[in-house]
């Protein structure tokens, strides 16, 4: 089975510009969650969607928005780029249909976001 | 502010000996925790988890132990190999809607 992807692997964009990054999560999961991680740091939640509900956000400025679709796959996208954006963006999908395993995230490779 | 806590940034064992990583937490509400492994240029991947109702949890060789009156869990791996050797984080989370991440310990198990 094919685990979560994530496209682009890399990005160069320029201060100011808007990003789109996409997730597929794994067949049959329907919850993708977004996640930032700078250098030497650990993952720090942005979204999870639920049903293409949002059921939760994390602490970052309405620059970032994301969406899911009927399929389950997902966008995040952020605008007015700035240079403290740049870092690996990932995607983590969960069953999300409750009881214990919808905890369970599995993480895509990642999108690398560099802001010049 | 960090709400899960991985104060050692480093840890090296010996082939065949214990690992112990150590996570600690600030929020009386998270109600799941989760360990992961972080190779370099892939994802995190899925190691081991454990309810806030239960204080331990075992999968083969790795064992989490959870201590609430703490705000406490660790992560025992036993024994180690060299293809443990990774970054592992620990992640906690409420009502599986929001996850918090500790920062990481590289592990380092020497053949």
């Known amino acids: 089975d094919a685990g979560v992807t994530q496209s682009p692997t890399h990005l160069i964009k320029t201060r100011g510009q808007h990003v789109t990054l996409r997730c597929s999560p794994i067949s049959g999961h329907k919850s993708v969650s977004w996640y930032q991680q700078v250098l030497g740091q650990g993952p720090q939640f942005i979204f999870q969607?639920?049903?293409?509900?949002?059921?939760g956000r994390g602490n970052f400025p309405d620059r970032f928005s994301a969406r899911q679709f009927p399929n389950y796959s997902s966008e995040l996208n952020v605008n007015a780029l700035l240079l403290g954006d740049s870092a690996l963006y990932l995607c983590?999908?969960?069953?999300?249909?409750?009881?214990?395993?919808?905890?369970?995230?599995?993480f895509g490779p990642g999108t690398r976001l560099t802001v010049t | 502010d960090q709400q899960v806590k991985q104060n050692s940034p480093s840890l090296s064992v010996q082939e065949g000996r214990i690992s112990i990583l150590n996570c600690d937490y600030t929020n009386s509400m998270f109600d799941y925790f989760l360990w992961y492994k972080k190779y370099p240029a892939e994802g995190p991947t899925f190691l081991i988890s454990?309810?806030?109702?239960?204080d331990k949890n075992e999968d083969g060789r790795f064992t989490v132990f959870l201590n609430k009156s703490a705000k406490h869990l660790s992560l025992h791996i036993v024994p180690s190999q060299p293809g443990d050797s990774a970054v592992y984080f620990c992640a906690a989370s409420i009502t599986g809607n929001q996850f918090y991440f500790g920062t990481g310990t590289s592990l380092t198990v020497i053949p």
């Open positions: 969607y639920y049903e293409k509900e949002e059921r």
């Open positions: 454990i309810s806030s109702i239960k």
């Open positions: 983590a999908s969960s069953p999300g249909a409750g009881g214990p395993r919808s905890y369970e995230q599995y």
